[in-house]
C-alpha cells in the first residue's frame, strides 16, 4: 500500500459533508489506493480487495470528482489509462534541450521582445527584424532523432532535459517520415507537435465516453472489465494519452497528426534561415502547418497574431496563441539563452475564452445505457469565435452544486477551446422568481422511473426494454452471442431493422418473419446481388431457432442493469421456471417482502442486486415487453442435474458456522452441484441447515422453527462426499 494511507475518519464522511480540504486530501488518498489495486489487477492478478469494494473507492472518487471538479488531479483514477505508468518508458536524454517559451499577452510584450533583441544584437534603427510566425498547437512535443537520413528514436519532452521514449508509438503515425528523402545531415534532431484534430477528438472523446459507460455497465452486472477508460479533458490530453500507451497498437488506432516545426543537435547546419529550413522539413517528407508565415518586420508579426486570433476558430486544430521566431539562425546562434528560454523566440498567448449568457433551459439526454445528463440550453454566445448555445452539466449533483437555474446568467468557458462549460452563475443577475433546478425523476424518453443508487452521480432510466434511447443497445445485447445468440443479428444489422422502424422490442424481432418481402428490398440485403439472396432467410432461419432457449440465457439477454450471466444463472437455478421467476419478482417489488428476502438472500445475489432487479419489474412498461417476449419465446426450464434420489435436489439449503473438512464456498457449491437452492438466511422454507462449528443464532432459529439440521459428517454422507 502506499504511502498516502486513507484517514479511516474521512473515509466514513459523507460526500455532501466534505470541505475542500479533506476533499483535496480524500481524493488524493482514493488516487494512491486505486492506483495500488489497478496494478494489483491488472499487472500482478493479484487483487487484494472484492470488486465491490474496488468500486465503491471508484465511485466515491468520482462523486467527490462531481462535486469539487476544480480539485480533480492530474493522477485521477477519473483520467488515467488502466496500468499505464511513466516507469513503462526508458527515458531517452534529447542532444539539446528542449526549450520553453517567455510568453507575451499584448502588444506591448511583443514590442519590448523586438526592443531586446535590437539591444542585444546592437542593431541599427534601419535593420528589419523578420520572424517566421507559426500557430502554437495545443498538443504534445516531441524530440526525432534521425541517424543517415533513418528515423532511429524518438521521445516526448518530459523535463526539457530527458523525455519517455516512444519511439515504436510514434512509427504508427503516418506524418511521420521513416527516411528523409537526400540530401540530409547525417545525424538530426527534429523537433514537432503531435496532436489530434478538433472533430477526431471530439469523436474519439464521445467513443471514449460510451467505453467508459459500457464499462462501468459491464462491472456492475458483475463481469471482468479491462482497465478504466480515460476520458479526455482536450485535444491535448488526448494526445499526449494517445501517444504515451505502453501498447503502440492502440497508439495506432488513434487519429494523431504530426507538424515539425523545429530543430535540435545537428551534424551540420542545414539552412541559414528559419524559413529555410521550415523548407528543408518540406523537403525531407514533413508536414509543415501551412499556417505558418514569413513575417517581414515588427508591424507585419503584430498583425499576424490578430489575423489569427480571429482565424482560430475555422482552423480544423485548436491553438492556443502563436510563436514568432527570428527568421536568420545566425542571429538566433548570437542571442543564445536565458535558462531554458531562447533570446531569439516568443510565444503570445490568446486570453482565455470567456462570455456570459442566459441560460434559457436545462434538457435531459438519454444516453444509450440510460444515463439521464443534463444540457444547458443557452442564449446563443460568441465564445471565442464560436457560437455556443449548449454545454453540458455533467450531473445533478454537479447542477446543485452551482446553483444553476433557469433564467441566470451564466459565464461560460471553451475549454481547451472545444467543448464548452458552464464556470458560474452571476448571482446579481438572478431573476427573482428564479428557482433551484428540480432533476426529473422519469425519464424524458420514456416516462419510466429513473433511479440514483446510493453513493453514484449518475440517475439511470430503468425501462430498459422500452426506452427508445437505449433500444438499439439492449437489442444489440439482447442478440449477442452468450444471451440469445442469434446468428447474423448483429450491431450493424439491428441499427438497420430499427432505423426501418421493424422491431423496436426483443418480441419485434421474432416477428420480423412478415416483413421479409420488405427487407429483401434493401440495399445488401438481396435487392441486388445474388450472393445476398440467402441473408433473409437465414436471418429468419437464426431467429426461429431461437425460439426455445435456455432460462438463463433467457434472463442474461434482458439486459438488467447488474445481472450479467453469473447472476442470471444464479436465478434461473434458484426459480427454475421463467412464470414463477416473473410471479416472484413481482411479489418482490414490495419492499420487506418474503420474496424480496428470498431474492437478496440468494448466494452471490445480495440486497443491492435485488434492488436493481426489482426496480425493473416496478416498471410497468418492462413488464408489457417482458410479457410481449414471452409470448414469442419459451425460455426452457432450468433442470438442475442431480443424481438419482439425491435428498438435496429442489432442496433449500443454509450453511452456518464453520466447516472443518472445506470452505464455506466449496461446501455451498456442491450443494448447488446437487441441485439444492442455497440460500443465507433461515425461514420455514428451509429444507436442511447444515450446522458447522460455533454456529450461532441460525442454528438456534433452525432449532425453533423444527428444522431437519445436519451436522458436517452427516451432509458430507447424504451428499455422497464421504
Ligand atoms: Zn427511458
Not at 57 to 71: H, S
Request: proline share 5%; with cysteine; net charge negative.
Amino acid at each position: 500500500m502506499s504511502d498516502q494511507a486513507s484517514d479511516p475518519g474521512l473515509r466514513a464522511r459523507q460526500v455532501d459533508a466534505l470541505t475542500d480540504e479533506e476533499a483535496q486530501a480524500e481524493l488524493a488518498a482514493l488516487a494512491a489506493e486505486i492506483a495500488h489495486h489497478d496494478e494489483r489487477y491488472h499487472r500482478l492478478d493479484a487483487p487484494e480487495i472484492s470488486d465491490a469494494d474496488y468500486d465503491s473507492l471508484v465511485r466515491r472518487n468520482r462523486a467527490i470528482e462531481a462535486r469539487f471538479p476544480e480539485l480533480v488531479r492530474d493522477d485521477s483514477p477519473s483520467r488515467r489509462v488502466g496500468a499505464e505508468t511513466a516507469e513503462g518508458f526508458s527515458k531517452l536524454r534529447h542532444g539539446v534541450p528542449m526549450l520553453s517559451l517567455d510568453n507575451a499577452f499584448a502588444d506591448a510584450d511583443f514590442l519590448e521582445f523586438c526592443a531586446s533583441i535590437r539591444r542585444f544584437l546592437r542593431l541599427e534603427a534601419t535593420e528589419t527584424l523578420a520572424f517566421m510566425g507559426e500557430p502554437k498547437i495545443d498538443g504534445l512535443s516531441i524530440n526525432l532523432t534521425y541517424e543517415d537520413g533513418i528515423f532511429v528514436r524518438g521521445a516526448t519532452r518530459g523535463d526539457g532535459t530527458e523525455g519517455e521514449d516512444v519511439t515504436r508509438n510514434l512509427l504508427t503515425l503516418a506524418d511521420l517520415p521513416r527516411q528523409l528523402t537526400a540530401p540530409f545531415p547525417a545525424r538530426i534532431e527534429i523537433r514537432g507537435e503531435v496532436f489530434m484534430d478538433k472533430a477526431d477528438f471530439l469523436q474519439f472523446r464521445a467513443q471514449q465516453e460510451r467505453a467508459a459507460e459500457e464499462r462501468d455497465e459491464r462491472r456492475a452486472r458483475g463481469e471482468k472489465v479491462g482497465p478504466a477508460v480515460t476520458i479526455p479533458a482536450n485535444p491535448r490530453n488526448a494526445a499526449a494519452g494517445s501517444l504515451r500507451q505502453l501498447d503502440p497498437a492502440i497508439t495506432a488506432q488513434r487519429p494523431l497528426k504530426l507538424f515539425a516545426y523545429a530543430m535540435g543537435d545537428a551534424s551540420e547546419q542545414p539552412a541559414e534561415t528559419h524559413e529555410g529550413w521550415l523548407q528543408r522539413l518540406r523537403d525531407w517528407g514533413f508536414t509543415v502547418n501551412p499556417v505558418s508565415e514569413l513575417l517581414a518586420d515588427e508591424e507585419a508579426a503584430l498583425g499576424f497574431q490578430k489575423r489569427m486570433a480571429e482565424q482560430r476558430a475555422g482552423l480544423s486544430y485548436d491553438i492556443d496563441g502563436v510563436v514568432y521566431k527570428l527568421n536568420r539562425l545566425d542571429w538566433q546562434r548570437r542571442l543564445g539563452f536565458v535558462g531554458r528560454a531562447p533570446r531569439w523566440a516568443i510565444a503570445w498567448k490568446f486570453p482565455a475564452e470567456q462570455a456570459t449568457t442566459v441560460l434559457l433551459g436545462i434538457d435531459i439526454q438519454v444516453g444509450r445505457t440510460g444515463a439521464l445528463t443534463p444540457r444547458a440550453v443557452m442564449q446563443p454566445v460568441s465564445v471565442g469565435g464560436v457560437m455556443v448555445s449548449h454545454a453540458s452539466l455533467h450531473n445533478e449533483d454537479e447542477i446543485a452544486r452551482k446553483d444553476v437555474r433557469i433564467g441566470d446568467t451564466v459565464i461560460l468557458q471553451r475549454a481547451g477551446d472545444v467543448i464548452p462549460q458552464i464556470l458560474g452563475v452571476v448571482t446579481e443577475k438572478r431573476p427573482e422568481d428564479a428557482q433551484p433546478f428540480a432533476f426529473p425523476d422519469r425519464c424524458p424518453a420514456c416516462g419510466s422511473h429513473a433511479v440514483r443508487p446510493p453513493g453514484e452521480v449518475v440517475k439511470r432510466c430503468t425501462g430498459g426494454l422500452v426506452c427508445p434511447a437505449q433500444t438499439v443497445e439492449r437489442l444489440i445485447h439482447f442478440a449477442r452471442r452468450n444471451a440469445m445468440d442469434i446468428e447474423g443479428l448483429g450491431a450493424e444489422n439491428v441499427q438497420k431493422l430499427f432505423d426501418e422502424g421493424l422491431v423496436k422490442s426483443p418480441a419485434d424481432i421474432f416477428r420480423l418473419a412478415r416483413h421479409a418481402d420488405t427487407m429483401r428490398s434493401w440495399e445488401g440485403w438481396g435487392a441486388r446481388s445474388k450472393k445476398d439472396a440467402k441473408k433473409v432467410a437465414n436471418l429468419l432461419a437464426a431467429i426461429e431457432a431461437r425460439r426455445s432457449v435456455p432460462f438463463e440465457r433467457f434472463i442474461f439477454a434482458l439486459g438488467i442493469r447488474r445481472i450479467g450471466e453469473a447472476n442470471a444463472k444464479l436465478l434461473a437455478r434458484h426459480y427454475h421456471s421463467f412464470p414463477a421467476w416473473r410471479a416472484k419478482m413481482l411479489a418482490a417489488t414490495t419492499i420487506g417482502s418474503e420474496a424480496r428476502e428470498e431474492l437478496g438472500s440468494i448466494q452471490g445475489i445480495g440486497p443491492a442486486i435485488a434492488t436493481e432487479l426489482a426496480e425493473f419489474f416496478v416498471e410497468p412498461r418492462n413488464l408489457a415487453a417482458l410479457d410481449d417476449l414471452a409470448g414469442e419465446v419459451t425460455p426452457q426450464e432450468t433442470v438442475v442435474v442431480a443424481a438419482e434420489g439425491n435428498p438435496f435436489a429442489g432442496k433449500t439449503v443454509v450453511f452456518t458456522g464453520s466447516l472443518q473438512t472445506m470452505s464455506r464456498d466449496e461446501a455451498e457449491a456442491q450443494a448447488e452441484r446437487l441441485g439444492a437452492k442455497v440460500t443465507k438466511s433461515v425461514s420455514k422454507k428451509t429444507d436442511f441447515v447444515i450446522v458447522g462449528a460455533d454456529a450461532g443464532s441460525k442454528a438456534t432459529k433452525a432449532a425453533e422453527l423444527g428444522l431437519r439440521v445436519l451436522t458436517e459428517a452427516e451432509w458430507r454422507g447424504m451428499a455422497g462426499l464421504g
